[in-house]
């Protein structure tokens, strides 16, 4: 399955903000999730460092 990613400000691991079900990409490629101007703070899974992000930080993965 596609995602999209964000990477961790302090450690640099990549990690899922979201998935993308293939029928989606399958057609297109899908548009960004919509953040609020003031973005959105998410923990990483691997140094637990809590950033905020914006929605020009996340980068598309595709699985196929």
Known sequence: MAKWLLECR????AFTYSLVPDIV???HLPSR???PAQGR???CPSCK?????QQTDLRFQ???
Do not use: I, L
């Open 25 to 27: 990409f399958d057609f």
């Open 10 to 13: 302090k450690c640099g691991q």
């Open 33 to 35: 999730p919509v953040f």
């Open 49 to 53: 460092t809590k950033s905020t992000y």
């Open 62 to 64: 595709n699985a196929h």
């Open 41 to 43: 703070e998410r923990e």
